[in-house]
Nanobody
Framework: QVQLVESGGGLVQPGGSLKLSCAASGSIFSINTITWYRQAPGKQRELVAATASGGSTNYAEFVKGRFTIARDSAKNTVYLQMNSLKVEDTAVYYC??????????????WGQGTQVTVSS
């Protein structure tokens, strides 16, 4: 079994910062890809940032220069540092992890989501 637990969301004023965490635990051999998505009310889920096991990163244009994705492989945890937050960043943020389980099987998991609200 694998569990993903997200944390770090909350209410912040425009221009502020938040750091989201996504911790994976359980029968994990290796984590291959980690992607952060977000979904605002009435909108489709959209990719925010992604990183792969080789260290490459990709960001959506609307967060470039403001958000940073990072991973702590020893802790099987991925972070999303969000700076210079805007009202339009308000959404539920989800992590998605592609990993190889100890059985050798490749699986994909979603976190439960964490609410980020940017408001004055």
């Amino acid at each position: 079994q694998v569990q993903l637990v997200e944390s770090g969301g909350g209410l912040v004023q425009p221009g502020g910062s938040l750091k989201l965490s996504c911790a994976a635990s359980g029968s994990i051999f290796s984590i291959n890809t980690i992607t952060w998505y977000r979904q605002a009310p009435g909108k489709q889920r959209e990719l925010v940032a992604a990183t792969a096991s080789g260290g490459s990163t990709n960001y959506a244009e609307f967060v470039k220069g403001r958000f940073t994705i990072a991973r702590d492989s020893a802790k099987n945890t991925v972070y999303l540092q969000m700076n210079s937050l805007k009202v339009e960043d308000t959404a539920v943020y989800y992590c998605n992890v592609g990993l190889v389980r100890r059985t050798g099987a490749y699986s994909n998991y979603w976190g439960q989501g964490t609410q980020v609200t940017v408001s004055s």
